[in-house]
T-cell receptor, first 117, second 115 residues
């Protein structure tokens, strides 16, 4: 398995532009998570999905952020419009369902580093 | 509220010296416990986990951690540090049974290794 695949790895954009980050989880994993990492706040959970359904989006900072999971193999995190304070590394992670081997063990992607000028 | 505290933001050790990274958690019951490592520019990689049983767990790269219920701690140790261990280390807790889905992470401890 290729692991959790994120794209783009790096994104530089200007304030006000729309940003879309993409994630392909590990095949067979029922849970998908989006985290944001900054120096000031560390690793924050933004939202997670179970079987493509959003379960907890309480970490999404504001309405400018949205996430979708149209199928089991793809998720997007969108920021519209982007602001300089959104600059961070965004991680996607996935894990098996409750009964699976390795339950609760998250596998992370390499991250998408976003810079908003 | 559930929380994870890593009291040391940055630790520097000499190569070959022993290492202990501290982790304390606040949780309503015995959680699942994890240590992850993040190398610069990379995602987080699982080092080890505690689910149940023996409170001393072995992980990859020669790391181990000990769960101490009485102290609500899960400290990470390595007897002899290698230069390649320089990275950031994160402790995390999760609900048993995975019913809550997500993990709660500490703020991380950055490890520097002196030659």
């Amino acid at each position: 398995d290729a692991g959790v695949i994120q794209s783009p790895r790096h994104e530089v954009t200007e304030m006000g532009q729309e940003v879309t980050l993409r994630c392909k989880p590990i095949s067979g994993h029922d849970y998908l998570f989006w985290y944001r990492q900054t120096m000031m706040r560390g690793l924050e959970l933004l939202i997670y999905f179970n079987n493509n359904v959003p379960i907890d989006d309480s970490g999404m900072p504001e309405d400018r952020f949205s996430a979708k999971m149209p199928n089991a193999s793809f998720s997007t995190l969108k920021i519209q419009p982007s602001e300089p304070r959104d600059s961070a590394v965004y991680f996607c992670a996935s894990r098996p369902g409750l009964a699976g081997v390795g339950a609760n063990v998250l596998t992370f992607g390499a991250g998408s580093r976003l810079t908003v000028l | 509220a559930q929380s994870v505290t890593q009291p040391d933001i940055h630790i520097t050790v000499s190569e070959g010296a022993s290492l202990e990274l501290r982790c304390n958690y606040s949780y309503g019951a015995t959680p699942y416990l994890f240590w992850y490592v993040q190398s610069p520019g990379q995602g987080l990689q699982l080092l080890l986990k505690y689910f149940s049983g023996d409170t001393l767990v072995q992980g990859i790269k020669g790391f181990e951690a000990e769960f101490k219920r009485s102290q609500s701690s899960f400290n990470l140790r390595k007897p002899s540090v290698h230069w390649s261990d320089a990275a950031e280390y994160f402790c995390a807790v999760g609900a048993r049974g995975g019913s809550q889905g997500n993990l709660i992470f500490g703020k991380g401890t950055k490890l520097s290794v002196k030659p």
